[in-house]
T-cell receptor
Framework: DAGVIQSPRHEVTEMGQEVTLRCKPISGHDYLFWYRQTMMRGLELLIYFNNNVPIDDSGMPEDRFSAKMPNASFSTLKIQPSEPRDSAVYFC???????????FGSGTQLSVL | DQQVKQNSPSLSVQEGRISILNCDYTNSMFDYFLWYKKYPAEGPTFLISISSIKDKNEDGRFTVFLNKSAKHLSLHIVPSQPGDSAVYFCAARPDNDMRFGAGTRLTVKP
């Protein structure tokens, strides 16, 4: 099992540009989560999906952030336009037990200059 | 609002000694608690968990204690090893959410 796969590992972009982060959950998992890690706030839940349907997006900071899950094996998190304060590590996680143990990807280090 | 708090950003211990990482929470509806370990450039990995109906759970060198009246849990690592050096996240689950603390960086010195 390859685990949760995220791409890219690193993304450097300029303010105002569109950024798309990608995630492939573990096969068979029916929950997918997007988290953001910052020094001040630790791991913040942005949004989560169940069976490809967004359940709670109250953690999405602004309308500049959007997430989709077109099928069970792929999800994207998009930031448009990006700002320097969006710089953080973004993690995707999946699970099959609802809110039990989460399996995390390696994260995407985003730097917005 | 930070419902799960890890007030110590860092902890340094000597190899062989006990490491104690602490976590406080504010929501009495939390019913399941987890600890995750994170190495640099990797995602967090699950370490140990405890249900609110228990006050202790042990797995090898790792033990988690839960004090519901104080809304406090702790992770004990005995004996600590250099390979335990990582960031440790406490997480808590109410009905439909999982909240993480800010993390504690543990350094185990040889």
């Amino acid at each position: 099992d390859a685990g949760v796969i995220q791409s890219p590992r690193h993304e450097v972009t300029e303010m105002g540009q569109e950024v798309t982060l990608r995630c492939k959950p573990i096969s068979g998992h029916d929950y997918l989560f997007w988290y953001r890690q910052t020094m001040m706030r630790g791991l913040e839940l942005l949004i989560y999906f169940n069976n490809n349907v967004p359940i709670d997006d109250s953690g999405m900071p602004e309308d500049r952030f959007s997430a989709k899950m077109p099928n069970a094996s792929f999800s994207t998190l998009k930031i448009q336009p990006s700002e320097p304060r969006d710089s953080a590590v973004y993690f995707c996680a999946s699970t099959y037990t609802g809110w039990g143990k989460l399996f995390f990807g390696s994260g995407t280090q985003l730097s917005v200059l | 609002d930070q419902q799960v708090k890890q007030n110590s950003p860092s902890l340094s211990v000597q190899e062989g000694r006990i490491s104690i990482l602490n976590c406080d929470y504010t929501n009495s509806m939390f019913d399941y608690f987890l600890w995750y370990k994170k190495y640099p450039a990797e995602g967090p990995t699950f370490l140990i968990s405890i249900s609110s109906i228990k006050d202790k759970n042990e797995d090898g060198r790792f033990t988690v204690f839960l004090n519901k009246s104080a809304k406090h849990l702790s992770l004990h690592i005995v004996p600590s090893q250099p390979g335990d050096s990582a960031v440790y996240f406490c997480a808590a689950r109410p009905d439909n959410d999982m909240r993480f603390g800010a993390g504690t960086r543990l350094t185990v010195k040889p």
